[in-house]
């Protein structure tokens, strides 16, 4: 492999995780996480309103943390369109 190929896969590289990197501190991912959450939470919360049981009321933060961070592979495409 020559040494120009090398450096051109370590350049792409770079800048994949430069994306990565501004894509986990940018403010679209933390405000679509906190969207995304509260929206879950409300629908969460609404469905067991009559039960009293700490371990669905447990489940909250982590169903609305698991679909969040799921759904949010469209946004950062678009996201990563406007840089």
């Known amino acids: 492999m ?3 190929d090398r ?6 590289r770079n800048k994949k995780v430069e994306l ?6 940018s403010w679209t991912r933390k405000i679509c996480i906190m969207i995304l959450t509260y929206i879950i939470v409300v ?3 609404y469905l067991v309103r009559n039960y009293d049981n700490i ?7 982590v169903i609305g943390f698991t679909l ?5 592979k469209v946004i950062r495409k678009l996201w ?4």
């Open 68 to 72: 969040s961070t799921l759904s949010l």
């Open 55 to 61: 371990f669905l009321s447990s489940l909250v933060p």
């Open 43 to 45: 629908i969460y919360s």
């Open 80 to 83: 990563e369109k406007h840089i």
């Open 20 to 25: 990565d990197k501004a894509w986990e501190i």
């Open 7 to 12: 450096i051109n896969k370590i350049e792409q």
């Open 2 to 4: 020559k040494i120009e």
